[in-house]
């Protein structure tokens, strides 16, 4: 079955400290993508990333970077330099498997406060 | 951009009301999905849809129905609200292109509480 563990619950920074959060995930399928959501205090989930299986190159946008990697089942994201803007929940999420299989796994997501 | 809209951020309603939360998507996509966001247990499938008229039980769909009758358009509908479904509900939806390979989008949700 589809898992995905996003083991911190709530990480606090301050202000302009990078951070990690981890995501680890479990699939039988060979090939699969994996996504990246925020979900700001306002409520809706966006969507910030998607990756699939073959790429295993570090993917960097502005202060974010995704590490993937598939001998560890991981799906790390780094935030550099964070601002308060940045606080957030934060969700991993994994297609099931299956033919057809339209819906996605999420993990309990990771509460991201940065502190001025 | 995709834009999902949710026709109340906030409702507040009665035990055993029937209770209808709407959604609809601008982007023409073929899948849909309902979602109900509680605290320590994360984000719950309730329903989804992969066409008109057609619809999936998700992880959690007893006390639900869903209606969808136009493409943009997926309803959600409590029968007999209770308090227990007092939460976040979120909808979403996706394109049917590659299974599970594209992203979910998500509307801004809807804070129901139910007296």
């Known amino acids: 079955a589809q898992k995905v563990t996003q083991a911190q619950t709530e990480i606090s920074v301050v202000e302009k400290e990078d951070v990690t959060l981890d995501c680890v995930y479990e699939t039988r399928d060979t090939t699969y993508y994996l996504f990246w959501y925020k979900q700001p205090p306002s409520g809706e989930l966006v969507f910030l990333i998607r990756?699939?299986?073959?790429?295993?190159q570090n993917e960097i946008s502005g202060r974010y970077s995704w590490n993937f990697q598939k001998s560890t089942s991981s799906f790390n994201f780094t935030i550099t330099a964070s601002q308060v803007v940045d606080s957030a929940v934060y969700f991993c999420?994994?297609?099931?498997?299956?033919?057809?299989?339209?819906?996605?796994?999420f993990g309990k997501g990771t509460k991201l406060s940065v502190i001025p | 951009d995709v834009k999902v809209t949710q026709s109340s951020r906030y409702l507040v309603k009665r035990t055993g009301e029937k209770v209808f939360l709407e959604c609809v998507q601008d982007?023409?996509?073929?899948?849909m999905f309902w979602y109900r966001q509680d605290p320590g247990l994360g984000l719950r499938l309730i329903y989804f849809?992969?066409?008109?008229?057609?619809?999936e039980k998700g992880d959690i769909p007893e006390g639900y129905s869903v209606s969808r009758e136009k493409k943009e358009r997926f309803s959600l509908i409590l029968e007999s609200a209770s308090t227990n479904q007092t939460s976040m509900y979120l909808c979403?939806?996706?394109?049917?292109?590659?299974?599970?390979?594209?992203?979910?989008?998500f509307g801004d949700g809807t804070r129901l509480s139910i007296l």
């Open positions: 982007m023409d996509h073929e899948n």
């Open positions: 999420a994994l297609p099931y498997s299956g033919a057809g299989s339209y819906q996605l796994t």
């Open positions: 849809s992969y066409d008109v008229k057609m619809k």
């Open positions: 979403a939806s996706s394109l049917s292109t590659g299974r599970g390979n594209q992203p979910q989008h």
């Open positions: 990756r699939n299986s073959f790429d295993e």
